[in-house]
T-cell receptor, first 112, second 117 residues
Framework: GEDVEQSLFLSVREGDSSVINCTYT??????LYWYKQEPGAGLQLLTY?????DMKQDQRLTVLLNKKDKHLSLRIADTQTGDSAIYFC????????????FGQGTTLQVKP | DSGVTQTPKHLITATGQRVTLRCSPR?????VYWYQQSLDQGLQFLIQ???????AKGNILERFSAQQFPDLHSELNLSSLELGDSALYFC????????????????FGEGSWLTVV
């Protein structure tokens, strides 16, 4: 079946690194995504990784993919208060559509 | 700004009523997706259209229907509304119709907040 799990809450100090973790079940997923949702706002695409990659770096964001363990992580370096938001991990469905399966979202709280 | 436009942004209506949510995809995108976000269910996929045809169906109630028009905009119709239908409804779009296409990233609109009273 298709399922994506995330921890619900993470609190860090400004300037620290944040690591948000995600596990997924569909081994045939081709793309895995990270979206950010700020309070009262829509879903902003942060980054994505193709399933044949181990790592992708984009400025302060680093995505690590362990395909064997079906584990995905998002590392935010030098976390700022503006990074406070809910972060969603998503995988493409194994069916021949663009449907995304989302995790429950991880609320990141950044303390000054 | 993702380029996906949704209207209205906020809507309050009574139980039993019917509403229509509208979505304009990003220029050049052929696929439109609808998602529902609620506190108890999280982000749930409702339905996908690709170039006017239904491509995939998710947890969409029979009281809900959608369509994609020749100009590629889409409408989500919600009828016989219940209190539990109160949620944030997202539209998203992508170039292709599948998750297998290279770079078929999916961009979301700001959402339409629906409150049923």
């Amino acid at each position: 079946g298709e399922d994506v799990e995330q921890s619900l809450f993470l609190s860090v100090r400004e300037g620290d690194s944040s690591v948000i973790n995600c596990t997924y079940t569909d081994s045939s997923s081709t793309y895995l995504y990270w979206y950010k949702q700020e309070p009262g706002a829509g879903l902003q695409l942060l980054t994505y990784i193709f399933s044949n990659m181990d790592m992708k770096q984009d400025q302060r964001l680093t995505v690590l993919l362990n395909k064997k363990d079906k584990h995905l992580s998002l590392r935010i370096a030098d976390t700022q208060t503006g990074d406070s938001a809910i972060y969603f991990c998503a995988e493409t469905s194994s069916s021949n559509t663009g449907k995304l399966i989302f995790g429950q979202g991880t609320t990141l709280q950044v303390k000054p | 700004d993702s380029g996906v436009t949704q209207t209205p942004k906020h809507l309050i209506t009574a139980t039993g009523q019917r509403v229509t949510l509208r979505c304009s995809p990003r220029s050049g995108d052929l696929s439109v997706y609808w998602y529902q976000q609620s506190l108890d269910q999280g982000l749930q996929f409702l339905i996908q259209y690709y170039n006017g045809e239904e491509r995939a169906k998710g947890n969409i109630l029979e009281r809900f229907s959608a369509q994609q028009f020749p100009d590629l905009h889409s409408e989500l119709n919600l009828s016989s509304l219940e209190l539990g239908d109160s949620a944030l409804y997202f539209c998203a779009s992508s170039v292709g119709g599948t998750g297998l296409s290279s770079g078929n990233t999916i961009y979301f609109g700001e959402g339409s907040w629906l409150t049923v009273v």
